[in-house]
């Protein structure tokens, strides 16, 4: 099933690496922002129109939760495209995405061999989660997190191979303090964990103890304690810590503490499960781990012992608390992938169980291109422009790939990763435009332009406490170019987006505009004189 990629084939993966980029930018930005997206653009904006890069607030108020590097990220993007859109939101995650690949594709290259370095990074390129769901709401702060953590944990391992501790704690640490100043405490978890772990692993406890790794421990220190510094000119710095809405408190929401014991058992179970079902199509090669002679190939290169090694001693925190999300996991997606398709270039793997999986691939191969025929009987798809003509190609494409996969059968992992990636190009085409129309997101953005038209350049507030629908919030932000600030004065002439069960009965209001989010009444209103 896998030969080594000559040169003169290496086009092949460059055109299957194009495939892909195409995959991941088409129509990235005709859906609106939904889920966690709009808080982080709308977090953005505010600091843009603030003037204040460094005090992340939302609804005027100031934010504690997560500390300001992902909105530079973000503010990137607004800057770069010349616009607040949302292709501009997603951007640069998308990028985070494609460079955790090519890491992946350096790592595999540089310490296996080429062919591996290739199929490692395609293989994590196409794991379900990433390229249907995750690479898709990509304007959430995960991806570009993840590379930053995958990153340093690359860099534990090509420094101390080459016993260069300076560059291995400078390095590591520079990356941990941005890891802190975009998602808070977990990159201290991570940087601890990983460190005190490759050091005992080698049995070298004493350089726990070198001058470097106080020198690595005070670029971390400078770094996080100049932002902290610079904040403290507008505000407390503390508060990210000690504030009942801060980084602290949102990291022990997850924790087994704060979750029920059998909760916590039935995530014991559950956990696994979830990980070879957002890991596949790479979680199949856990089949090949049934014999015993691919158990023991993992052991034989350093590092495949290294990523092995690395995800049992983090993978814990997040095996033991109930409110794991997937996209907190993405920094282990290359290493495990790394360790399971492994076996799968090793000559003494089971061809019995190559032979399974051959016909599983073929399996999902087809079951693509019947679904590409189906798609102009799906009633619901029937709005879409060109269908037919997207059926017909797809089913082209897909019968193409099929072919190439039962008439080279060295190319059968390769023309199996293009057939996922093409699936994605019919997701782009079918999917995203129906989001762009019917979802949640699309309705929060047809409720902001109809609140602008009424309010015009009035600034509008936001009524005592903060909304749900930030969908909204960033659109009418973005559209009147105004922080919409919390406010309780009730203060008559002057637009509120409230929430009706929030006025008192007595207090007179005209209603403006009404609206129901996840079963809430809500209205825009001008409290009487």
């Given at each position: 099933m896998?030969?080594?990629?000559?040169?003169?084939?290496?086009?092949?993966?460059?055109?299957?690496?194009?495939?892909?980029?195409?995959?991941?930018?088409?129509?990235?930005?005709?859906?609106?922002?939904?889920?966690?997206?709009?808080?982080?653009?709308?977090?953005?904006?505010?600091?843009?129109?603030?003037?204040?890069?460094?005090?992340?607030?939302e609804?005027?108020?100031?934010?504690?939760?997560?500390?300001?590097?992902?909105?530079?990220?973000?503010?990137?993007?607004?800057?770069?495209?010349?616009?607040?859109s949302?292709?501009?939101?997603?951007?640069?995650?998308?990028?985070?995405?494609?460079?955790?690949g090519?890491?992946?594709?350096?790592?595999?290259?540089?310490?296996?061999?080429?062919?591996?370095?290739?199929?490692?990074?395609?293989?994590?390129?196409?794991?379900?989660?990433?390229?249907f769901?995750?690479?898709?709401?990509?304007?959430?702060?995960?991806?570009?997190?993840?590379?930053?953590?995958?990153?340093?944990?690359?860099?534990?391992?090509?420094?101390?191979?080459?016993?260069?501790?300076?560059?291995?704690?400078?390095?590591?640490?520079?990356?941990?303090?941005?890891?802190?100043?975009?998602?808070?405490?977990?990159?201290?978890?991570?940087?601890?964990?990983?460190?005190?772990?490759?050091?005992?692993?080698?049995?070298?406890?004493?350089?726990l103890?070198?001058l470097?790794?106080?020198?690595?421990?005070?670029?971390?220190?400078?770094?996080?304690?100049?932002?902290?510094?610079?904040?403290?000119?507008?505000?407390?710095p503390?508060?990210?810590?000690?504030?009942?809405?801060?980084?602290?408190?949102?990291?022990?929401?997850?924790?087994?503490?704060?979750?029920?014991?059998?909760?916590?058992?039935?995530?014991?179970?559950?956990?696994?499960?979830?990980?070879?079902?957002?890991?596949?199509?790479?979680?199949?090669?856990?089949?090949?781990?049934?014999?015993?002679?691919?158990?023991?190939?993992?052991?034989?290169?350093?590092?495949?012992?290294?990523?092995?090694?690395?995800?049992?001693?983090?993978?814990?925190?997040?095996?033991?608390?109930?409110?794991?999300?997937?996209?907190?996991?993405?920094?282990?997606?290359p290493?495990?992938?790394?360790?399971?398709?492994?076996?799968?270039?090793?000559?003494?793997?089971s061809?019995?169980?190559?032979?399974?999986?051959?016909?599983?691939?073929?399996?999902?191969?087809?079951?693509?291109?019947?679904?590409?025929?189906?798609?102009?009987?799906?009633?619901?798809?029937?709005?879409?422009?060109?269908?037919?003509?997207?059926?017909?190609?797809?089913?082209?494409?897909?019968?193409?790939?099929?072919?190439?996969?039962?008439?080279?059968?060295?190319?059968?992992?390769?023309?199996?990763?293009?057939?996922?990636?093409?699936?994605?190009?019919?997701?782009?085409?079918?999917?995203?435009?129906?989001?762009?129309?019917?979802?949640?997101?699309?309705?929060?953005?047809?409720?902001?332009?109809?609140?602008?038209?009424?309010?015009?350049?009035?600034?509008i507030?936001?009524?005592?406490?903060?909304?749900?629908?930030?969908?909204?919030?960033?659109?009418?932000?973005?559209?009147?170019?105004?922080?919409?600030?919390?406010?309780?004065?009730?203060?008559?002439?002057?637009?509120?987006?409230?929430?009706?069960?929030?006025?008192?009965?007595?207090?007179?209001?005209?209603?403006?505009?009404?609206?129901?989010?996840?079963?809430?009444?809500?209205?825009?209103?001008?409290?009487?004189?």
């Amino acid at each position: 099933m896998i030969q080594e990629i000559s040169k003169k084939d290496k086009w092949i993966p460059i055109l299957v690496f194009f495939l892909l980029l195409v995959a991941v930018f088409l129509n990235l930005g005709i859906y609106p922002l939904y889920l966690e997206e709009p808080r982080r653009a709308l977090i953005s904006l505010e600091m843009l129109y603030n003037d204040n890069l460094w005090v992340p607030t939302e609804f005027g108020v100031y934010y504690y939760k997560k500390p300001p590097f992902y909105n530079w990220v973000i503010i990137a993007g607004y800057k770069l495209f010349n616009d607040n859109s949302e292709f501009a939101v997603r951007f640069f995650s998308v990028v985070s995405y494609l460079l955790m690949g090519v890491a992946t594709f350096w790592a595999g290259r540089k310490y296996v061999h080429l062919t591996f370095g290739i199929y490692a990074a395609f293989l994590f390129f196409i794991c379900s989660d990433l390229l249907f769901y995750f690479t898709i709401t990509s304007g959430e702060i995960d991806l570009f997190y993840s590379l930053i953590v995958y990153l340093s944990f690359l860099t534990i391992f090509h420094f101390y191979r080459q016993s260069n501790f300076w560059m291995l704690f400078q390095v590591s640490y520079f990356l941990t303090a941005i890891g802190v100043l975009t998602k808070g405490l977990p990159s201290i978890v991570f940087q601890g964990i990983s460190i005190i772990t490759v050091f005992l692993y080698h049995k070298n406890f004493k350089g726990l103890f070198k001058l470097s790794h106080f020198a690595g421990i005070f670029t971390f220190i400078i770094i996080v304690g100049g932002y902290a510094l610079i904040y403290s000119q507008y505000n407390d710095p503390s508060l990210f810590i000690f504030s009942r809405d801060s980084i602290v408190s949102q990291s022990m929401e997850r924790t087994p503490f704060e979750n029920g014991f059998f909760k916590v058992i039935l995530h014991l179970f559950e956990f696994p499960l979830e990980l070879l079902k957002i890991l596949a199509p790479g979680s199949l090669f856990i089949l090949l781990f049934f014999t015993k002679k691919a158990r023991k190939s993992i052991l034989q290169n350093d590092y495949i012992r290294f990523c092995l090694v690395l995800i049992v001693a983090n993978i814990w925190v997040y095996w033991i608390s109930p409110g794991t999300a997937s996209r907190y996991l993405y920094m282990f997606f290359p290493l495990m992938i790394t360790v399971v398709a492994y076996p799968l270039f090793v000559e003494e793997t089971s061809n019995k169980i190559k032979s399974i999986l051959k016909y599983i691939f073929m399996g999902v191969m087809i079951l693509f291109f019947i679904t590409s025929i189906a798609l102009p009987f799906i009633s619901r798809l029937q709005n879409i422009p060109n269908l037919v003509v997207i059926s017909v190609l797809g089913a082209l494409c897909f019968a193409g790939v099929l072919y190439w996969f039962i008439k080279w059968p060295k190319w059968q992992l390769m023309s199996f990763i293009t057939a996922f990636i093409l699936m994605r190009v019919l997701f782009d085409l079918i999917i995203l435009p129906i989001r762009a129309t019917e979802e949640l997101g699309a309705q929060e953005k047809a409720i902001a332009e109809e609140i602008h038209e009424i309010t015009a350049d009035a600034p509008i507030y936001i009524y005592k406490e903060e909304v749900a629908f930030r969908s909204a919030i960033f659109y009418l932000e973005r559209d009147t170019q105004k922080v919409l600030k919390l406010d309780s004065a009730s203060s008559p002439n002057q637009f509120y987006l409230a929430n009706f069960k929030l006025i008192a009965k007595d207090q007179p209001y005209e209603t403006y505009y009404q609206f129901n989010h996840k079963g809430i009444d809500f209205g825009l209103i001008k409290f009487n004189p």
